[in-house]
């Protein structure tokens, strides 16, 4: 059974950095993609970050609220996806949510669509706020 969960988030102030997770369960990393979304108070939900990995490498994708950042890399040994974030400010407060699993169509996108059939978390609250 596909699954991802995510973790990592809370509270931290502007200027400041966290590294959200995504582990990934029934699958592995290489030959698939994984992407972070994000959806904060009455907005709707926006790709921010994607990877696209096999064994010869990996090409990932930001969205330029993120871009400079934000960065997203793996781990295989854990099958886990990271999400750095630095630089956070109160306009990055959201629910962020990471999707994988649903198979390998590079370069990865940032579109919701793009992984119908993949496995989503649950989502982590990161608050931006002084």
């Known amino acids: 059974q596909l699954q991802v969960v995510e973790s990592g988030g809370g509270l931290v102030q502007p200027g400041g950095s966290l590294r959200l997770s995504c582990a990934a369960s029934g699958f592995t990393l290489d030959y698939n993609a994984i992407a972070w979304f994000r959806r904060a108070p009455g907005k709707e939900r926006e790709g921010i970050s994607c990877?696209?990995?096999?064994?010869?490498?990996?090409?990932?994708n930001y969205a330029d609220s993120v871009k400079g950042r934000f960065t997203i890399s793996r781990d295989n040994a854990k099958n886990t996806v990271y999400l750095q974030m630095n630089n956070l400010k109160p306009e990055d407060t959201a629910v962020y949510y990471c999707a994988g699993g649903g198979g390998w169509y590079p370069p990865c996108s940032l579109l919701p669509s793009y992984y119908t059939l993949a496995a989503w978390g649950k989502g982590a609250l990161v608050t931006v706020h002084s």
């Open positions: 990877i696209s990995m096999s064994d010869v490498g990996d090409s990932t």
